[in-house]
């Protein structure tokens, strides 16, 4: 299955701090100094890898894969810092895999609100969640979401286990009627570092 973009020299992909900048992976290389808690936000292309012709996409989500924000992150991102593309009707698998050795966390695809809620709330995809979703998985443990990615629009990937994703530990998901193919962009919050 062809993989997203290409292995990144010294690991060095990281994200520009200009506020609204996202980063395109594959396509765009980033050198500058950046803040150290910037650098805990890296993209690892192998994440993502796609089948463009059976109009298929896998993504691996890691819960607690860093110790950002208490460990209470997806793939090392908090707070919507990294975006899911997908393009409308596609089938779609989500690896979940709980890499914290301390804290169980599930996920669920929810619908953007505000405020975030604090327990898991009805998905917006149908099947798009994980089981114990309020209890969370156990370090180590996995689960596999499938679906189809539609209706078009914007959704978050939320840790269902009390006051997680409120605390930040969510991500985005962009089911896209006009991408073409999957891709993983950095959307960090205006401001954010
Ligand atoms: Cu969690």
Redesign the pocket.
């Known amino acids: 299955m062809p993989r997203l973009g290409i292995e990144p020299p010294a690991g060095r992909w990281l994200p520009s701090t200009a506020v609204g900048r996202a980063v395109v992976v594959g396509l765009v290389t980033l050198s500058l100094a950046v803040p150290a808690s910037a650098q805990q936000q890296r993209v690892d292309p192998t994440w993502l890898s796609f089948e463009t012709a059976a109009k298929t996409v896998r993504f691996q989500l890691i819960?607690g894969l860093t110790g950002l924000n208490g460990a209470?992150n997806f793939n090392g991102f908090r707070d919507g810092a990294l975006t899911i593309v997908v393009p409308v009707g596609w089938q779609t698998e989500i690896d979940f895999r709980n890499h914290d050795g301390m804290?169980p966390?599930?996920a669920q695809v929810i619908a953007p609100q505000t405020p975030l809620p604090t327990q898991p709330v009805g998905p917006a995809i149908p099947r798009a969640f994980t089981f114990k979703l309020v209890e969370?998985l156990p370090s180590e443990a996995t689960d596999i979401m499938r679906f189809a990615a539609q209706p078009a629009g914007e959704y978050l990937i939320f840790?269902g286990?009390p006051g997680?994703g409120a605390a930040g530990?969510w991500i985005r998901l962009r089911v896209s009627a006009t991408a073409t193919t999957p891709a993983l962009l950095l959307t960090p919050a205006p401001g954010a570092s």
């Open positions: 819960a209470l804290l966390h599930s969370g840790c286990v997680h530990m």
